[in-house]
T-cell receptor
Framework: KQEVTQIPAALSVPEGENLVLNCSFTDSAIYNLQWFRQDPGKGLTSLLLIQSSQREQTSGRLNASLDKSSGRSTLYIAASQPGDSATYLC???????????FGAGTTVTVRA | NAGVMQNPRHLVRRRGQEARLRCSPVKGHSHVYWYRQLPEEGLKFMVYLQKENIIDESGMPKERFSAEFPKEGPSILRIQQVVRGDSAAYFCASSPRADSREQYFGPGTRLTVT
């Protein structure tokens, strides 16, 4: 069974500071890993998807790395803005499976 | 270019009633997944369907819950005789084909059982 853990559970930073969100997973036989953003009472917005053969993906101020052997992924958000305040979810899809296993999320607050 | 549509967005049911949640995948997507997010918990997989077939229902409670994805029309998640513990946000996701497994999520249906 795939267990996904996200640390920290909550994070509060002043505007402009870089954010570092961590995700770890127990089964390294993954197909891909996705980072999502969820705003209160809303659905999930996909931010980045990293295939198992990749080591990182970048989109604008976001960069996600993947170390499959150690079961870790890190999401970096550069120069944070108040609009980045949300819950960030990490989800892993196993190689022999189609279902996503989600972490509990990191709730980020960026103070103006 | 519509994304995944779910309706209703909010649903209130009294204990013992039936809840029907609908999901229209992205146009051209033939794979649908349902997830449930209980209060203060992470999202948990419920069921994976392709057109007219249930591929994996390992996350579905054994009783009262059923899902379908007919040849025509939306995917339906049905919960019979709802109980308070069914109160949650139910999310649907779709993907275009088996070898392109990025899942696109809908806005969710928030079910409240009173």
């Amino acid at each position: 069974k795939q267990e996904v853990t996200q640390i920290p559970a909550a994070l509060s930073v002043p505007e402009g500071e870089n954010l570092v969100l961590n995700c770890s997973f127990t089964d390294s036989a993954i197909y891909n890993l996705q980072w999502f953003r969820q705003d209160p009472g809303k659905g999930l917005t996909s931010l980045l998807l990293i295939q198992s053969s990749q080591r990182e993906q970048t989109s604008g101020r976001l960069n996600a790395s993947l170390d499959k052997s150690s079961g870790r992924s890190t999401l970096y958000i550069a120069a944070s803005q108040p609009g980045d305040s949300a819950t960030y979810l990490c989800a892993v899809e196993r190689s022999n499976d189609y279902k996503l296993s989600f972490g509990a999320g990191t709730t980020v607050t960026v103070r103006a | 270019n519509a994304g995944v549509m779910q309706n209703p967005r909010h649903l209130v049911r009294r204990r013992g009633q039936e809840a029907r949640l609908r999901c229209s995948p992205v146009k051209g997507h033939s794979h649908v997944y349902w997830y449930r997010q209980l209060p203060e918990e992470g999202l948990k997989f419920m069921v994976y369907l392709q057109k007219e077939n249930i591929i994996d229902e390992s996350g579905m409670p054994k009783e009262r819950f059923s899902a379908e994805f007919p040849k025509e029309g939306p995917s339906i998640l049905r919960i019979q005789q709802v109980v308070r513990g069914d109160s949650a946000a139910y999310f649907c996701a779709s993907s275009p084909r088996a070898d392109s497994r990025e899942q696109y999520f809908g806005p969710g249906t928030r079910l409240t059982v009173t």
